[in-house]
C-alpha cells in the first residue's frame, strides 16, 4: 500500500467515516421495509469500501522501460586533405560514396542511422553530406569523443561508428585522448570501426632535410652546409636548393637533377657568420607532393671565438697518427701541441704554426691537472705507456673528473702493456683477439647523441657504405656504465662489435676510436669524391667531444637544457656548471623570444658531490619559434659565455601533410574493438554488421503502480452510489 496519509491516521479516518456514513444510510431509510433497507445499506457499504480502497492505495513499486532501436553514426572526414585526388575521383568523392552506401544498407535493414561531416569540430547530423571538403584542419578524436556526448545526452546507445577519413589527425588532442575514447568505447560496447580513404595511392613527395642541423664553426672559417633531397613518385625532376640567413635574405642557391628513389646531396660553402645564426633552407613544392611541409629546413650555426686546445701523444706513429696530426695543425681554429715517440730516447714536439719538429729525450707531457686544463681535448694514439707516470694518471684523472676535460683514444687501445690507473679512464673492458677489415657503421644511438644526423652525415646515409673499410678493431669484454656506443663496426660475416664509445666521467668525457685506417678516408680517389669526409670525421669528432664533456672550448660555464625542443606552456630545465677560478660569479640566463622581447632569469644555486658550482633553472617558452638562451657573465672581460636554442614546433597544419595516415585509424578501431575496413571488403562489412541489432531497454526511476487502477474498477464505484441514489428516489428518499 502507499496510501496518500498516514496509515494509522487513515484507518481512524476510515472507521470513523465508514460508521458515520452508515448510520445516516440507516436512519434515513426507517420507513422502509427491512430488505429495502438493507439492499441500501449494503449498497452505500460497498461504495465507501471502493473509496477506502482507493485511500489505502494498494499496488507494487515497477520501473518503466522504453526499448529503442540502436542508431549506427557515421562520421566522414571533410578536411582540406580529403579533397585529395584519389582514384577517379577525390578522396572525399570516395567517402561520401561509401558513407551513402552505409546509410542506404542501414535503413534498408530498419536500422535508424546517422550522417555527420567532421572537419576541426564535429557538424550537426543531416540528410546528405557537404558536397566539397574544405575544412581547416581534421580532429578525429574530438569528433568521437562529441559523438558519444551527443548519444549520452539523448539516452542513446549506439550500435556502433563508422569513421571515414584519410586518418590524417592534424588537430590538437589532449594527452590521453585515444586512452580515454577507448575506454568509453569498450564500457558502451560500441565499437569504433574505421575506413581509410586513399591507403593504397601512391604517395608524391620531394623531401629536403639538413645533413647536420648543427654546426660549429669558428670565426672566420668558412661553414658547409650539407642538404639531402629526396624524391618518390615524382619522376626525374629538378629542384632548386635556397639558403637563406637569419634575415631572410638569399646568400646561397644551387640546382640539382633528382631520379626517383636516389637521395641528393647539395652542399653549400659560404663564410662563417659573425655570431651564432639560424639559416633555412627551401625548395619549391612540386606539383601533386603529399607533404608540402617537408620542402624546408633549418640549420643552427655556432660560431665558437675561442681555439680548441688540443694535446696529442702518439707512442707508435703511422700513417693515422702522421694524418690526424697534420690535419689538426692545418686547422685555424684548433690549437694543437703533439708529442711523438720514435724510440726509447727519441721523441720530438711539433705545435700549430711549426714548420719542423722539436727532437728532445723526454717524453713531454703535462704534468697535473692545472696544466692539462690548459687544454680541451687530450688525444692518444697507440703504445703510450711511456708517456704516463703514476702522477701524471693521478692528473689525468682529476682533468677529467674535476675540470670537464676530454680524452679521446684515437687508435684503440693505447698502451701495449697494463698501466694501472689508466683503465678508469678507457670506456671498455678490453678482450686479446684482433677483427680483421670492417666497415664503419654509425647507429641510432649516435644520432641521439648529436652527432650523426647534426655533426655529421646521418646513420643512415649512404656515403658511411662507400668509404674505404678500417682495420684493427680489437673485441670487447665489457662495455662499463654511462658508456654510449655511438657505431659499430660490422665485419666481412657480418659480426657487430663497438668501434666508437664515448663515456662520462664526472664533468668530462673519454671516448674511444677502437681500429685503424682512417687515414684511407683522405688518400683514396674513390673516398675523396664522397667529400672530404676524413676531415670532417676528425674535426667534427673532436668539436663535439669538446662539446659533449659539458664545457665548450674556452668557456668557463656550460649551459645545457633537458630538451633542446619543447611545448608552449610547458616548462624545460636548465642546469648550469662552472670551472673557472673561484670564487665563482652568479650567471643570469637571458631569455629571448621569437617575438623579439627578452626575459632574464637568476638560476638557483645547488650542491654538488664534486664540490664544483652549480646552479638549476627552468625555463616555459610561451608560444612556438625558436627561443635563444644565453648565460650571462658578469666579470669584466670574461672569456666567451654558452648559448642554447629550445624550438617550440607550431602545431602541424592540414597543408603541411596530405599523405593518407591509416595507421592512425587502424589503432583507432584496434583500441575501441572496432574494425579497420578494407575499401573491397566494404560491402561484407555491411552485411555482417548492418543488421537489425536487439532494441536497447532503457529503464528510468521506479514509480507506484496502483492495484486499483483499472476501468471496471471505476465503473463498479460510480454504479454503487448511482443504484443507491436511483432507489432511494423510487422510494421518496432525498
Known amino acids: ?187 558502451r560496447e560500441v565499437p569504433v570501426h574505421t575506413l581509410a580513404i586513399g591507403a593504397n595511392d601512391p604517395v608524391a613527395d620531394l623531401s629536403l632535410r639538413a645533413a647536420r642541423p648543427t654546426l660549429h664553426v669558428f670565426a672566420g672559417q668558412s661553414v658547409r ?49 659573425a655570431t651564432n645564426a639560424r639559416w633555412s633552407i627551401t625548395t619549391a613544392e612540386q606539383e601533386g607532393e603529399a607533404r608540402p611541409g617537408n620542402n624546408q629546413a633549418a640549420v643552427t650555426v655556432r660560431v665558437l671565438t675561442s681555439k680548441t686546445r688540443v694535446f696529442l701523444a702518439e707512442g707508435a706513429p703511422y700513417w693515422d697518427s702522421k694524418f690526424l696530426a697534420q690535419l689538426l695543425r692545418q686547422q685555424k681554429h684548433m690549437d694543437v701541441h703533439s708529442v711523438h715517440r720514435l724510440s726509447d730516447q727519441r721523441y720530438f714536439r711539433i705545435d700549430s704554426g711549426q714548420a719542423a719538429p722539436t727532437e728532445t729525450s723526454q717524453a713531454i707531457f703535462p704534468e697535473s691537472a692545472d696544466e692539462l686544463a690548459r687544454y680541451d681535448l687530450i688525444v692518444f694514439g697507440r703504445n703510450i705507456d711511456s708517456f704516463l707516470t703514476p702522477a701524471r694518471l693521478d692528473a689525468l684523472r682529476a682533468y677529467v673528473r674535476d675540470h670537464g676535460g676530454a680524452v679521446l683514444f684515437s687508435r684503440g687501445k693505447p698502451t701495449g702493456t697494463e698501466v694501472a690507473g689508466l683503465d678508469t679512464l ?83 668525457v673519454t671516448g674511444l676510436v677502437n681500429g685503424d685506417g682512417l687515414w684511407k678516408w683522405d688518400f683514396y680517389p674513390e673516398a675523396r669524391e664522397l667529400g672530404n669526409m676524413y676531415e670532417d670525421y676528425w674535426t667534427q669528432l673532436i668539436q663535439w667531444m669538446a662539446s659533449y664533456s659539458e664545457f665548450l672550448p674556452g668557456q668557463d660555464f656550460s649551459l645545457h637544457l633537458a630538451s633542446s625542443q619543447g611545448d608552449a606552456g610547458k616548462p624545460v630545465a636548465v642546469s648550469i656548471a662552472y670551472r673557472g677560478p673561484l670564487p665563482a660569479p652568479a650567471p643570469v640566463l637571458r631569455l629571448s623570444g621569437p617575438d623579439g622581447g627578452t626575459t632574464e632569469v637568476t638560476p638557483a644555486a645547488i650542491t654538488d658531490p664534486s664540490g664544483r ?5 627552468t625555463l616555459t617558452p610561451s608560444a612556438a619559434g625558436v627561443w635563444h638562451v644565453a648565460l650571462v657573465d658578469s666579470r669584466p672581460q670574461a672569456p666567451p659565455a654558452p648559448e642554447v636554442e629550445l624550438t617550440v614546433p607550431a602545431p602541424p597544419a592540414e597543408g603541411d601533410d596530405l599523405s593518407p595516415d591509416p595507421a592512425f585509424l587502424a589503432a583507432l578501431s584496434t583500441n575501441t574493438g572496432g574494425q579497420s575496413i578494407d575499401p573491397t571488403r566494404f560491402d561484407t562489412f555491411l552485411r555482417e ?9 532503457i529503464e528510468s526511476g521506479a514509480v507506484w503502480q496502483p492495484a486499483w487502477n483499472h476501468a471496471l474498477f471505476a465503473l463498479g464505484l460510480a454504479i454503487l452510489p448511482a443504484t443507491e441514489w436511483f432507489l432511494r428516489r423510487r422510494q421518496g428518499l432525498a
Open 1 to 187: 500500500m502507499n496510501p496518500p496519509f498516514p496509515l494509522p491516521w487513515l484507518l481512524l479516518l476510515l472507521v470513523v467515516g465508514g460508521m458515520v456514513g452508515m448510520a445516516a444510510s440507516w436512519r434515513s431509510t426507517r420507513g422502509l421495509t427491512g430488505s429495502r433497507r438493507g439492499l441500501l445499506l449494503g449498497l452505500r457499504g460497498a461504495a465507501l469500501c471502493g473509496l477506502a480502497v482507493i485511500l489505502l492505495n494498494p499496488g507494487r513499486w515497477v520501473r518503466p522501460t522504453d526499448h529503442t532501436q540502436r542508431p549506427w553514426i557515421v562520421l566522414t572526414d571533410t578536411s582540406s586533405s580529403m579533397a585529395r585526388a584519389s582514384g577517379a575521383g577525390t578522396r572525399y568523392s570516395l567517402a561520401r560514396d561509401f558513407a551513402n552506401k552505409a546509410a542506404k544498407e542501414a535503413k534498408a535493414t530498419g536500422l535508424p542511422v546517422r550522417l555527420q561531416a567532421f572537419d576541426d569540430s564535429l557538424h550537426p547530423a543531416a540528410d546528405t553530406l557537404p558536397d566539397r571538403a574544405e575544412g581547416k584542419a581534421s580532429n578525429i578524436l574530438h569528433a568521437i569523443e562529441t559523438a558519444f556526448q551527443e548519444s549520452s545526452a539523448a539516452g542513446e546507445a549506439p550500435a556502433g561508428m563508422l569513421v571515414i577519413s584519410d586518418g590524417r589527425q592534424t588537430g590538437q588532442a589532449a594527452a590521453g585522448t585515444m586512452e580515454a575514447l577507448a575506454l568509453r568505447a569498450r564500457a
Open 225 to 273: 652546409v650539407p642538404v639531402v633531397l629526396e624524391s618518390t613518385g615524382l619522376g626525374a625532376l629538378r629542384s632548386t636548393v635556397i639558403l637563406n640567413g637569419a634575415d631572410g635574405k638569399e646568400l646561397a642557391r644551387q640546382t640539382i637533377d633528382l631520379t626517383e628513389g636516389k637521395p641528393g646531396l647539395v652542399t653549400f660553402e659560404i663564410p662563417a657568420p
Open 426 to 508: 678507457e670506456p671498455v673492458a678490453w678482450a686479446n683477439t684482433v677483427t680483421a677489415d670492417f666497415r664503419f657503421a654509425p647507429n641510432a644511438e649516435g644520432e641521439a647523441a648529436g652527432l650523426f644526423g647534426e655533426a655529421l652525415p646521418a646513420a643512415n646515409a649512404s656515403v658511411w657504405n662507400s668509404l674505404p673499410r678500417l682495420k684493427d678493431g680489437r673485441s670487447v669484454a665489457a662495455v662499463k656504465p654511462f658508456t654510449r656506443i655511438l657505431a659499430d663496426g660490422i665485419g666481412e660475416q657480418g659480426g657487430k662489435f663497438p668501434v666508437l664509445l664515448v663515456r662520462r666521467y664526472g664533468q668530462g
Open 613 to 617: 658550482p652549480r646552479w638549476q633553472a
Open 689 to 697: 554488421h548492418l543488421h537489425t541489432a536487439p532494441p536497447s531497454t
